[in-house]
């Protein structure tokens, strides 16, 4: 059974701190790797992807993967209480379909 | 470009009662899915639709059916409805190996 692991919460931050959410995967074959926003009440909204090992940098957004770990997280820089949601970790399915497996998700409160 | 859209956005149905959500995309995706997502379970794969032409169980299946009426439209339909299907309903559509889309959602109660 492949299994998306997030760090229990919820993570509480005050305003302009980092918040750093993690996530593990258990299938040693995925290739990809999203981080998905949802605010209550809403559907998922997709804000970061990432491939290959290493930092990807969005704006405050950082993803950072670790293959060999089998780890991957999302650093907020710089935390907005806009920046107060669900997020969730997916990761892709070994294989030549999109199927993805996503953690139950983390949610975030920003303290102004 | 409406992206994904789904309907309804929101129903009440009896036990027993059948119904069919209608999810759309305009984006020329190949792949479409339909989740379910309840409180402290995540979102959950109930089928998928790899292709036009093609459907395949995903985690959740048991009570459900659904049909890729073209490359655009993907349906959920509920034979029999029971309490332990109330949840949110999220389709989605991707290209081939690239990120996930979702639509608004189908909140579904089942009394």
Redesign the interface.
């Known amino acids: 059974q492949k299994e998306v692991e997030q760090n229990s919460g919820p993570l509480s931050v005050p305003e302009g701190a980092i918040a750093s959410l993690n996530c593990t995967y258990s299938d040693r074959g995925s290739q990809s790797f999203f981080w998905y926003r949802q605010y209550s009440g809403k559907s998922p909204e997709l804000i970061m992807s990432i491939y290959s090992n290493g930092d990807k940098e969005d704006g405050r957004f950082t993803a950072q993967l670790n293959k060999a770990s089998q780890y991957v997280s999302l650093l907020i820089r710089d935390s907005q209480p806009s920046d107060s949601a669900t997020y969730l970790c997916a990761v892709s399915e070994t294989g030549a379909n999109s199927k993805l497996t996503f953690g139950k998700g983390i949610t975030l409160s920003v303290r102004p | 470009n409406a992206g994904v859209t789904q309907t309804p956005k929101f129903q009440v149905l009896k036990t027993g009662q059948s119904m069919t959500l209608q999810c759309a995309q305009d984006m020329n995706h190949n792949?479409m899915?339909w989740y379910r997502q309840d409180p402290?379970?995540?979102?959950?794969?109930i089928y998928?639709s790899?292709s036009e032409g093609t459907t395949d169980k995903?985690e959740v299946p048991n009570g459900y059916n659904v049909s890729r009426l073209n490359k655009r439209e993907f349906s959920l339909r509920l034979e029999s409805a029971a309490p332990s299907q109330t949840s949110v309903y999220?389709c989605a559509s991707?290209?081939?190996?690239?990120?996930?889309?979702?639509?608004?959602?189908t909140r579904l109660t089942v009394l």
């Open positions: 792949s899915y402290g379970m995540g979102l959950r794969l998928y790899a995903g999220f991707s290209a081939t190996r690239v990120e996930q889309f979702f639509g608004p959602g």
